[in-house]
């Protein structure tokens, strides 16, 4: 359980066995403050498994679930089962890890998975930006999907009804990734969405709000990929 959890240091890799079905592998990790990404690897490198691992971090008491960090093998039942992405927690501390099989219904009794985590700094200095009171304005410097889930946030101010936004995205083609793009209002009720191919080109367009007042733009990564901080994937809004 919790208490009895393998403290673990920044890079260090462990093994663990899931045996018996059920089994719950509990790991601690102490995440320093400007440190808040959580890169997560996890696999079975010397042998095929029937597990589909799942890891997910806990608040340091193992019972409190970290919003949004958890993660599982996204190609279940390939023999391989590997888990690799970065995770994010709200501030510095002690956060303990579980590791499992994804439906607690498997079973590998001869072989160890490998079990990597590695706390990073966000080069992303827009962030905090997922939520509406912490969206920044449109700065034109680099921006980053550094972790699951990650949502940036953009505010901008419409002066009334039927005035334009005028939305510029710059994906180079060094990024690799696909970028999804949303205007939303106040309420978080989405306007119109598209996506941002890497380009060399810079996308623009021009979009009508209903009313007076505050407008975001949201940018996020399409579900199936993994987020990164590659410095040639930033993003500029």
């Known amino acids: 359980g919790p208490d009895k959890a393998v403290a673990l240091t920044s890079g260090m890799s462990t093994t663990g066995r899931i045996c018996p079905r059920g089994d719950k592998d509990f790991f601690r990790i102490d995440v320093p403050a400007g440190q808040p990404l959580v890169d997560v690897a996890a696999s079975f490198p010397m042998a095929t498994t029937r597990i589909d691992l799942e890891v997910r971090l806990y608040e340091a ?31 510095a501390g002690t956060y303990v890890v579980v590791v499992r099989d994804a439906n607690d219904d498997e079973v590998d009794n001869g072989n160890d998975y490998v079990l990597q985590l590695t706390t990073a700094a966000d080069p992303d200095t827009h962030e905090p930006n997922d939520a509406a009171n912490g969206a920044k304005v449109p700065d034109g410097a680099p921006g ?88 040639d994937a930033g993003y500029r809004v």
């Not at 940036?152 to 939305?167: F, I, N, S, W």
């Not at 990024?175 to 978080?188: N, P, T, Y």
């Open 61 to 91: 008491d193992g019972k409190t679930a970290v919003e949004g960090a958890e993660v599982s093998d996204t190609v279940p039942d390939d023999g391989k089962s590997v888990v690799n992405t970065t995770l994010r927690v709200p501030k």
């Open 144 to 231: 980053w999907i550094a972790s699951r889930g990650d949502v940036d946030l953009y505010k901008v101010t419409a002066a009334g009804a039927g005035a334009l936004v005028q939305l510029q995205i710059e994906n180079p083609e060094s990024s690799k990734l696909e970028l999804r793009w949303r205007l939303q209002d106040a309420k978080g009720t989405s306007l119109v969405d598209g996506a941002v191919a890497p380009s060399a080109k810079l996308f623009e367009t021009l979009r009508p709000v209903p009313a007076a007042g505050d407008y975001f733009i949201a940018i996020s990564l399409p579900p199936d990929l993994a987020p990164t901080r590659r410095p």
